[in-house]
């Protein structure tokens, strides 16, 4: 069982930066690949980028290549989503995501572990 907590969340200006962090309990923090996903209003979640167990792996949505790092802390058991040059579009909840699988952190439907979300809002 792996317990998720996102923050970094909050308000922003078009052009400027958050980072979000999710903090993970439980044992065997490198065992599980981790991912981000945003979820607009009335829309379902979309993948945002994702970090295999060793962080050796990177992936992430063509909406966001060249402006989110992912990376993550096993020491720390913690996942950092840092993500550069927002624009309102990127406005959204924002969700920590835990999987065994590749695919269980880069298909919302196959998630095997969800934080509570938090809210990021970029301002124009």
């Known amino acids: 069982q792996v317990q998720l907590v996102e923050s970094g969340g909050g308000l922003v200006q078009a052009g400027g930066s958050l980072s979000l962090s999710c903090a993970a309990s439980g044992r065997s923090f490198n065992s599980y690949n981790m991912g981000w996903f945003r979820q607009f209003p009335g829309k379902e979640r979309e993948f945002v980028a994702a970090i295999s167990g060793s962080g050796g792996l990177k992936g992430y949505a063509d909406s966001v290549k060249g402006r989110f790092t992912i990376s993550r802390g096993n020491a720390q058991n913690t996942v950092i989503l840092q993500m550069n040059s927002l624009n309102p579009e990127d406005t959204a909840d924002y969700y920590c995501?835990?999987?065994?699988?590749?695919?269980?952190?880069?298909?919302?439907?196959?998630?095997?572990?969800w934080g509570q979300g938090t809210q990021v809002t970029v301002s124009s």
């Open positions: 995501a835990a999987g065994f699988g590749w695919s269980r952190v880069i298909n919302p439907k196959s998630v095997d572990y």
